[in-house]
């Protein structure tokens, strides 16, 4: 499907790989994700950051990309609008779920050139995730427009199961059915090794695999490194939030993050330029 191909292009570049800017943490977290960097909760601002540093890709929901979406008019910057959310307000049971709160239709009124939903895998609820996918990736498909999944495993089955969710062999599995659903974009936890994470990249099998960027880490160089552990693994990239707009001037970072996934450079050099 060409149409699907060429709009992938707008976050992926020649090399295959894309550095993606994640903001739907005022929904998913709620606002006070922002406190520390409160000017950041204003998306224009954090956007016109991003978009200045170079970044691949934005994903916001609807309402933030219909708020803030013509910063990326004549950039060359791809829109991914993710359809399904939670809040952190519903009772605890009900995190290891996400509902969809938008259509393929509103994403594509908003000049999106990707659609994206979660998918946890091992939760109760991941059957009603899968159909909801489905559903979404059927229609988007049709039209032409990629599908992200956020392949996310989490429950009381993995916990008790495997110890964590971030053991590689449920990353592995999620990836997989992902790819197996009809994926054209994996997001993903880091497994805590290049060795681990390779596997989960060959488990999607061409799919490419990116990662979620998760908790800033206090010392920036710690995140190129795992940034870099990924790319060494084969990964495609990284989608990352917290990394970026807890920051107060995340310009820096994203610059050399870009040359870590672009240019193949080691973390330290990439810092230092
Ligand atoms: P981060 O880089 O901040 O982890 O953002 C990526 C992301 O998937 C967001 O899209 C989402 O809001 C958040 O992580 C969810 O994190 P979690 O469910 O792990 O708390």
Same mark, same amino acid.
């Not at 707008?10 to 005022?26: C, S, V």
């Not at 009772?91 to 009900?94: D, F, I, T």
């Not at 091992?122 to 489905?134: C, D, K, N, V």
């Given at each position: 499907n060409i149409g699907i191909k060429r709009r992938l292009r707008?976050?992926?570049? !020649? *090399?295959?790989?894309?550095?993606?800017?994640?903001? *739907?943490?005022?929904?998913?977290h709620g606002p006070t994700d922002f406190e520390e960097t409160w000017e950041h909760i204003n998306p224009r601002v +954090?956007?016109? !950051?991003?978009?200045?540093? #170079? +970044? *691949?890709?934005?994903?916001?929901?609807? &309402?933030?990309?219909?708020?803030?979406?013509?910063?990326?008019? &004549? !950039?060359e910057v791809g829109l991914m609008v993710k359809l399904t959310s939670k809040t952190e307000l519903r /009772? @605890?049971?009900?995190w290891l779920m996400q509902d969809q709160l938008g259509f %393929?239709? *509103?994403?594509? @009124?908003?000049g999106a050139d990707a659609v994206a939903a979660t998918v946890y895998w091992?939760? /109760?609820?991941? &059957?009603?995730?899968?159909?909801?996918?489905?559903e979404i990736a059927s229609y988007a498909h049709d039209l032409g427009y990629p599908v992200v999944q956020f392949a996310y495993p989490r429950g009381p089955y993995i916990n008790e199961k495997y110890g964590k969710k971030e053991d590689y062999r449920v990353v592995m599995y999620g990836a997989r059915a992902a790819a197996e659903m009809g $994926?054209?974009? +994996? !997001? =993903?936890?880091? =497994? #805590?090794?290049?060795?681990?994470?390779? @596997? %989960?990249?060959?488990? $999607?099998? #061409? %799919?490419?695999?990116?990662l979620s960027g998760g908790a800033k880490t206090s010392n920036p160089l710690d995140f190129l490194n795992l940034v870099w552990e990924v790319i060494e693994a084969g990964g495609s990239g990284a989608v990352v939030g917290r990394n970026i707009f807890q920051r107060k001037n995340p310009e820096?970072? +994203?610059r050399a993050l870009l040359r870590v996934i672009h240019r193949n450079e080691g973390p330290e050099e990439a810092a230092k330029a």
């Open positions: 707008r976050f992926f570049r !020649k *090399d295959g790989r894309a550095l993606i800017f994640a903001m *739907d943490h005022g929904f998913e +954090i956007i016109r !950051k991003v978009v200045r540093a #170079g +970044i *691949d890709g934005v994903m916001m929901l609807p &309402g933030i990309a219909r708020i803030a979406g013509d910063e990326l008019i &004549g !950039k /009772p @605890k049971e009900e %393929v239709e *509103d994403a594509i @009124k908003l091992g939760s /109760p609820y991941e &059957g009603a995730m899968m159909r909801q996918f489905a $994926a054209d974009m +994996i !997001k =993903t936890y880091w =497994t #805590g090794s290049r060795e681990t994470f390779a @596997k %989960v990249v060959e488990a $999607a099998s #061409g %799919v490419p695999v990116l820096t970072l +994203i």
